[in-house]
T-cell receptor, first 111, second 116 residues
Framework: QKEVEQNSGPLSVPEGAIASLNCTYS??????FFWYRQYSGKSPELIMF????GDKEDGRFTAQLNKASQYVSLLIRDSQPSDSATYLC???????????FGRGTSLIVHP | KAGVTQTPRYLIKTRGQQVTLSCSPI?????VSWYQQTPGQGLQFLFE???????NKGNFPGRFSGRQFSNSRSEMNVSTLELGDSALYLC???????????????FGQGTRLTVV
């Protein structure tokens, strides 16, 4: 069973702080990883994807991938109340076109 | 560039009825995947179509079916609706090519189905 695990949260951080969201995956053959943000009642929005070990930065977002540890993380710097949402991690298993999604981590950024 | 369009946005149906949902992918994308999202189960994969063929299928009963047309638009049908089918149904569009290439999936706004 290929799984993606996330802590459901909620993760609560003050405005301006760094929010750190974590995700582990079971399939060692997974090559591509995605982070989606989903506001309540809305559809998931792709915010980051990463293929290679290391860090990938895009604005206030940094995705980190460690394939040896089967671990993906998303850092949100200078968190804003508008970042409050559920963040879904997804991994593309080896040889598959269908990503496996975690159940998401709820992030609350309080003023 | 237009995004993924799903219609209708909201539906209320009665148990036992059937329903058809539509998804128009991003222009040029040939892969359409369907997901069911509920608070208890999260995002669950239903099936994926690529070039009018069902390429992948999740673990849902045969009441859930789909198809894809030559213009890549896709429909999903649920027959004999049950109360438990109430959910947000999402479709995702991607180029569907080699799995390391342009496989990012973009979601439509979803169809909120309520079965009463």
């Amino acid at each position: 069973q290929k799984e993606v695990e996330q802590n459901s949260g909620p993760l609560s951080v003050p405005e301006g702080a760094i929010a750190s969201l974590n995700c582990t995956y079971s399939d060692r053959g997974s090559q591509s990883f995605f982070w989606y943000r989903q506001y309540s009642g809305k559809s998931p929005e792709l915010i980051m994807f990463i293929y290679s070990n290391g860090d990938k930065e895009d604005g206030r977002f940094t995705a980190q991938l460690n394939k040896a540890s089967q671990y993906v993380s998303l850092l949100i710097r200078d968190s804003q109340p508008s970042d409050s949402a559920t963040y879904l991690c997804a991994a593309l298993p080896g040889g598959s076109y269908i990503p496996t999604f975690g159940r998401g981590t709820s992030l609350i950024v309080h003023p | 560039k237009a995004g993924v369009t799903q219609t209708p946005r909201y539906l209320i149906k009665t148990r036992g009825q059937q329903v058809t949902l539509s998804c128009s992918p991003i222009s040029g994308h040939r892969s359409v995947s369907w997901y069911q999202q509920t608070p208890g189960q999260g995002l669950q994969f239903l099936f994926e179509y690529f070039s009018e063929t069902q390429r992948n299928k999740g673990n849902f009963p045969g009441r859930f079916s789909g198809r894809q047309f030559s213009n890549s638009r896709s429909e999903m049908n649920v027959s004999t609706l049950e109360l438990g089918d109430s959910a947000l149904y999402l479709c995702a569009s991607s180029s569907g090519g080699g799995y390391r290439v342009n496989t990012e999936a973009f979601f439509g706004q979803g169809t909120r189905l309520t079965v009463v």
